[in-house]
């Protein structure tokens, strides 16, 4: 064999060596390309899903928007009192019509009866006809169809809405229908809302319907912000292509006659743009470079979906605590629910407010608050079980979900875990604070199989633990949605009622122990609310010494009482001073303004106060108190022995008179305990040269006892009720002046 025979040639070895790498090289490179391909393809599928969600959702939130504008206006006093009878159909205009076209856009707006006859609207800046409404009946018959059905659906369950003067954006919420449509080549939006006023049944009352036009300039600029590229509409017939990346809009009868249609944005293709020439250019390291791109691919995808993630997750979650939010908790309630049957066991919701949570803030500041929030966070964690979840819903309110509830035993258990972790102190860092926890709990299937319904019930039964005392946890009962509601109307009506006068103020007299002379009387104050009748002040007066309105309705009060006691001579008025209104800085000052200012005898008014006005600052009480008495006030400790340091009080402070609680004449034998207490503060007082009343006085024989301890005044049922001040004039023979009844 000669040289020639045995050597391999260059072409060959080359052949053997360049194309097997070759191939191997070319096939990585299939293999590189094919993979960033197919990643591309599947990150292009994946931002058009997400392209499309946003789409719907930012519609969906113009709808909604467009629906709560449209019942702010249909729902303001204007807009109802127009509609009222007698209509007015120029007051209706321009409370109506006019804001929706010229403000808010609205082409076509009508008010409607059950019957589909127009009483008011307004189409193309003019008045609008019945005529004008039967052309757009097609379109709207939907809408209003729709919302007539929820109105029954709430009206069977008495939903909260129908009552007078309801919130509008409530309304809208509640009861109102929005509804995107394609008609005459343009994108409208359709809204209805009932015209809640003074009807019983608003199901079959008056609607307000609109139609707004939504451009497709206006929705790219305005609501996706120029994020969709060649945004259009493409009318769809019948077996017709629809796109992929497509929007089915329906027209008037539900149909599907067109689509929104865009160019979906392509980050796989993006990234193939930049990867190709890179491939290319670097063929001869394509191996190790194929792999760089496949990692730096990979990062970039991972990354995108853990920041993806990231934003899902703030978007469930509560930044301070990283709890779920409200949005997350509403979402798993809903799933747990769904999962209720007759074997399986219960799911409650507990909801939690922190006592004295606002204390904090104001004596600490917001950084202390928010640590606060934190630890609260972890203690509640740790005493939860299993799948049990926990919420924030914002500021101090929490929310938790327990499953596996077998019985109330259950839940009480786990209150009793959360109130036991409260007890001990936060360290907040500037302080050691204490605060503690109210509980309201509602549970499935027994109080309720829809998540709004548990909600609701819970946050009822936390408003009744709250007025129990705070500290505590309730179950939700039957009988507490009357409650709820008598406490909204309170919370809503009581500012307006103090401006407008509508509250009352009755006297109960005082008499001289043998019950024939009137000493003297007290102001009482009265609601006489025109939906819930007359509300005791046992219910209003601690909500406005909750919502910081105590102060408004004691000095108008004061006022009252100094407006009818001046035509009553010889005889002293008392009133009641709430703590928090004799700690306010000018009370002396506004108490002394009033009295001057009615021209009353300030040594005819009597200012009653409890051993908790006083004991919170006894040196600002003593300054107060003695200012006003330099000026001739006289002062009363109302409710005198129930108290641990009433006798302090008398040697400090100097009263003129002392109130004996009437607890004392309800359990009093004349020769009982009570009767002896009675008869030792009787003589206590006329010892110390003090005045002597007794309340609750309400049988002749507490009057014959009363009278033969020497009691100076009784007041009670037995001897009178709290009388209007007319009653009052005709029991002391003042005739009323035209002064009086103007006033």
Same mark, same amino acid.
């Given at each position: 064999?000669?040289?020639?025979?045995?050597?391999?040639?260059?072409?060959?070895?080359?052949?053997?060596?360049?194309?097997?790498?070759?191939?191997?090289?070319?096939?990585?490179?299939?293999?590189?390309?094919?993979?960033?391909?197919?990643?591309?393809?599947?990150?292009?599928?994946?931002?058009?899903?997400?392209?499309?969600?946003?789409?719907?959702?930012?519609?969906?939130?113009?709808?909604?928007?467009?629906?709560?504008?449209?019942?702010?206006?249909?729902?303001?006093?204007? *807009?109802?009192?127009?509609?009222?009878?007698? #209509?007015?159909?120029?007051?209706?205009?321009?409370?109506? %019509?006019?804001?929706?076209?010229?403000?808010?856009?609205?082409?076509?707006?009508?008010?409607?009866?059950?019957?589909? #006859?127009?009483?008011?609207?307004?189409?193309?800046?003019?008045?609008?006809?019945?005529?004008?409404?039967? *052309?757009?009946?097609?379109?709207?018959?939907?809408?209003?169809?729709?919302?007539?059905?929820?109105?029954?659906?709430?009206?069977?369950?008495?939903?909260?809405?129908?009552?007078?003067?309801?919130?509008?954006?409530?309304?809208?919420?509640?009861?109102?229908?929005?509804?995107?449509?394609?008609?005459?080549?343009?994108?409208?939006?359709?809204? *209805?809302?009932?015209?809640?006023?003074?009807?019983?049944?608003?199901?079959?009352?008056?609607?307000?319907?609109?139609?707004?036009?939504?451009?497709?300039?206006?929705?790219?600029?305005?609501?996706?912000?120029?994020?969709?590229?060649?945004?259009? #509409?493409?009318?769809?017939?019948?077996?017709?292509?629809?796109?992929?990346?497509?929007?089915?809009?329906?027209?008037?009868?539900?149909?599907?006659?067109?689509?929104?249609?865009?160019?979906?944005?392509?980050?796989?293709?993006?990234?193939?743009?930049?990867?190709?020439?890179?491939?290319? #250019?670097?063929?001869?390291?394509?191996?190790?470079?194929?792999?760089?791109?496949?990692?730096?691919?990979?990062?970039?995808?991972?990354?995108?979906?853990?920041?993806?993630?990231?934003?899902?997750?703030?978007?469930?979650?509560?930044?301070?605590?990283?709890?779920?939010?409200?949005?997350?908790?509403?979402?798993?309630?809903?799933?747990?629910?769904?999962?209720?049957?007759?074997?399986?066991?219960?799911?409650?919701?507990?909801?939690?407010? =922190?006592?004295?949570?606002?204390?904090?803030?104001?004596?600490?500041?917001?950084?202390?608050?928010?640590?606060?929030?934190?630890?609260?966070?972890?203690?509640?964690?740790?005493?939860?079980?299993?799948?049990?979840?926990?919420?924030?819903?914002?500021?101090?309110?929490?929310?938790?979900?327990? /499953?596996?509830?077998?019985?109330?035993?259950?839940?009480?258990?786990?209150?009793?875990?959360?109130?036991?972790?409260?007890?001990?102190?936060?360290?907040?860092?500037?302080?050691?604070?204490?605060?503690?926890?109210?509980?309201?709990?509602?549970?499935?299937?027994?109080? %309720?199989?829809?998540?709004?319904?548990?909600?609701?019930?819970?946050?009822?039964?936390?408003?009744?633990?709250?007025?129990?005392?705070?500290?505590?946890?309730?179950?939700?009962?039957?009988?507490?949605?009357?409650?709820?509601?008598?406490?909204?109307?309170?919370?809503?009506?009581?500012?307006?009622?103090?401006?407008?006068?509508?509250?009352?103020?009755?006297?109960?007299?005082?008499?001289?122990?043998?019950?024939?002379?009137?000493? %003297?009387?007290?102001?009482?104050?009265?609601?006489?609310?025109?939906?819930?009748?007359?509300?005791?002040?046992?219910?209003?007066?601690?909500?406005?010494?909750?919502?910081?309105?105590? /102060?408004?309705?004691?000095?108008?009060?004061?006022?009252?009482?100094?407006?009818?006691?001046?035509?009553?001579?010889?005889?002293?008025?008392?009133?009641?001073?709430?703590?928090?209104?004799?700690?306010?800085?000018?009370?002396?000052?506004?108490?002394?303004?009033?009295?001057?200012?009615?021209?009353?005898? &300030?040594?005819?008014?009597? $200012?009653?106060?409890?051993?908790?006005?006083?004991?919170?600052?006894?040196?600002?009480?003593?300054?107060?108190?003695?200012?006003?008495?330099?000026?001739?006030?006289?002062?009363?400790?109302?409710?005198?022995? /129930?108290?641990?340091?009433?006798?302090?009080?008398?040697?400090?402070?100097?009263?003129?008179?002392?109130?004996?609680?009437?607890?004392?004449?309800?359990?009093?034998?004349?020769?009982?305990?009570?009767?002896?207490?009675?008869?030792?503060?009787?003589?206590?007082?006329?010892?110390?040269?003090?005045?002597?009343?007794?309340?609750?006085?309400?049988?002749?024989?507490?009057?014959?006892?009363?009278?033969?301890?020497?009691?100076?005044?009784?007041?009670?049922? =037995?001897?009178?009720?709290?009388? &209007?001040?007319?009653?009052?004039?005709?029991? $002391?023979?003042?005739?009323?002046?035209?002064?009086?009844?103007?006033?």
């Amino acid at each position: 064999m000669t040289w020639s025979q045995s050597r391999t040639s260059p072409s060959s070895a080359t052949a053997r060596i360049v194309w097997p790498v070759a191939a191997v090289l070319l096939s990585l490179l299939a293999l590189a390309v094919g993979g960033l391909v197919w990643t591309g393809q599947r990150t292009n599928e994946l931002a058009a899903d997400q392209q499309l969600a946003t789409l719907s959702a930012s519609l969906d939130t113009e709808k909604r928007q467009t629906l709560q504008r449209f019942a702010r206006v249909v729902g303001t006093p204007a *807009a109802v009192t127009a509609l009222t009878h007698p #209509i007015s159909p120029r007051a209706a205009q321009a409370a109506i %019509g006019e804001p929706l076209e010229q403000v808010l856009g609205f082409e076509a707006s009508f008010v409607v009866t059950p019957e589909n #006859i127009v009483v008011t609207g307004r189409a193309g800046a003019e008045p609008a006809d019945q005529r004008r409404f039967d *052309a757009r009946l097609h379109l709207l018959a939907p809408a209003l169809a729709e919302l007539r059905d929820k109105l029954g659906q709430l009206a069977l369950r008495r939903d909260p809405i129908f009552t007078s003067g309801a919130d509008p954006a409530t309304v809208a919420r509640k009861a109102g229908v929005s509804r995107l449509a394609f008609d005459g080549g343009m994108l409208r939006i359709l809204v *209805a809302v009932p015209m809640l006023g003074e009807q019983d049944d608003p199901t079959g009352g008056l609607v307000a319907v609109g139609i707004r036009p939504l451009s497709l300039a206006s929705l790219r600029e305005d609501i996706l912000r120029g994020n969709y590229a060649d945004l259009h #509409i493409e009318e769809v017939t019948a077996g017709g292509p629809i796109a992929p990346w497509a929007l089915p809009v329906l027209d008037g009868q539900s149909m599907m006659r067109a689509t929104l249609v865009w160019r979906p944005v392509r980050p796989g293709d993006q990234v193939l743009e930049r990867v190709l020439p890179s491939i290319v #250019i670097a063929l001869l390291a394509i191996g190790l470079f194929s792999a760089f791109m496949f990692a730096h691919v990979r990062f970039v995808t991972t990354d995108l979906v853990n920041r993806e993630a990231r934003a899902t997750h703030l978007a469930l979650h509560d930044p301070l605590s990283g709890l779920p939010n409200r949005s997350l908790f509403a979402a798993r309630l809903d799933a747990a629910l769904a999962r209720l049957d007759d074997h399986t066991d219960g799911v409650a919701v507990l909801f939690i407010d =922190l006592d004295r949570f606002k204390d904090v803030n104001d004596t600490h500041g917001h950084e202390a608050g928010d640590v606060l929030l934190r630890i609260v966070a972890r203690r509640l964690t740790d005493a939860l079980r299993g799948a049990d979840l926990l919420a924030r819903f914002g500021g101090d309110e929490f929310a938790i979900m327990q /499953t596996h509830v077998r019985s109330a035993h259950d839940c009480a258990a786990l209150a009793h875990r959360i109130l036991e972790a409260m007890r001990e102190p936060f360290d907040v860092g500037a302080a050691n604070v204490m605060v503690g926890a109210t509980i309201g709990i509602a549970i499935a299937p027994e109080n %309720g199989r829809e998540r709004d319904t548990l909600m609701k019930l819970a946050d009822q039964a936390l408003y009744r633990a709250k007025n129990d005392g705070r500290n505590r946890y309730a179950f939700f009962q039957i009988g507490m949605d009357h409650a709820l509601i008598m406490r909204q109307a309170v919370d809503e009506d009581l500012a307006a009622a103090i401006a407008a006068n509508e509250l009352r103020v009755h006297y109960q007299p005082q008499y001289s122990p043998d019950g024939r002379t009137i000493l %003297g009387v007290e102001a009482l104050v009265r609601w006489p609310h025109p939906v819930h009748g007359m509300i005791p002040p046992s219910t209003f007066v601690p909500m406005a010494e909750e919502r910081g309105l105590i /102060t408004q309705l004691s000095e108008w009060v004061l006022r009252q009482a100094c407006r009818d006691g001046r035509h009553w001579p010889g005889i002293s008025v008392a009133v009641n001073v709430s703590p928090i209104q004799f700690r306010q800085a000018d009370f002396v000052a506004r108490t002394a303004h009033i009295v001057d200012e009615e021209g009353m005898d &300030p040594t005819r008014v009597e $200012l009653e106060l409890t051993e908790g006005v006083i004991v919170d600052d006894a040196d600002v009480a003593e300054h107060a108190m003695v200012e006003l008495r330099s000026l001739g006030f006289r002062f009363a400790l109302d409710d005198f022995g /129930t108290g641990y340091s009433s006798l302090i009080y008398l040697r400090r402070f100097a009263f003129d008179k002392i109130k004996i609680d009437r607890s004392f004449l309800e359990a009093m034998e004349t020769t009982g305990e009570s009767a002896i207490l009675v008869h030792s503060v009787v003589h206590l007082g006329r010892a110390l040269g003090l005045t002597v009343t007794a309340e609750g006085v309400e049988t002749a024989e507490q009057q014959r006892f009363l009278q033969a301890v020497g009691c100076h005044q009784l007041q009670g049922y =037995l001897l009178s009720r709290p009388l &209007p001040a007319a009653e009052i004039d005709a029991m $002391l023979g003042v005739a009323r002046s035209a002064e009086r009844l103007s006033a």
